[in-house]
């Protein structure tokens, strides 16, 4: 499975951003899927992710209320919409594919990685 993240871009603080992230094939829609973020100099961190028919989805607390995931199975879509931004919202995001159908916070759950998008947040 390959996965191509886009939307990401430079922003200023309380601006907003759509991520989006197509799967080259149907099997991700059969998994978990989700979005982590990795600073400079941190480690890759759990953002939101999502069950494999939308059913149940969640968000790490430190963007609870201002992001919020979905997915279109039809399109073999996950998207990430991002409200509110702040400058610690800077980081490279990552979608992902999980290795079971429900969804995962840890890094060691996932089976495929994006290429990674860039999001800038300006104060």
């Known amino acids: 499975v390959q996965l191509q993240a886009s939307g990401g871009g430079l922003v200023q603080t309380g601006g907003s951003l759509r991520l989006s992230c197509a799967a080259s094939?149907?099997?991700?829609?059969?998994?978990?899927m989700g979005w982590f973020r990795q600073a400079p100099g941190k480690e890759r961190e759990f953002v939101a992710g999502i069950h494999w028919n939308g059913g149940m989805a969640k968000s790490a607390d430190s963007v609870k209320g201002r992001f919020t995931i979905s997915r279109d199975n039809a399109k073999n879509t996950v998207y990430l919409q991002m409200n509110s931004l702040k400058p610690d919202d800077t980081a490279v995001y990552y979608c992902?594919?999980?290795?079971?159908?429900?969804?995962?916070?840890?890094?060691?759950?996932?089976?495929?990685w994006g290429q990674g998008t860039l999001v800038t947040v300006s104060s």
């Open positions: 992902a594919v999980a290795r079971s159908p429900i969804m995962v916070t840890s890094t060691s759950g996932i089976a495929y």
């Open positions: 094939r149907r099997t991700a829609s059969n998994n978990g």
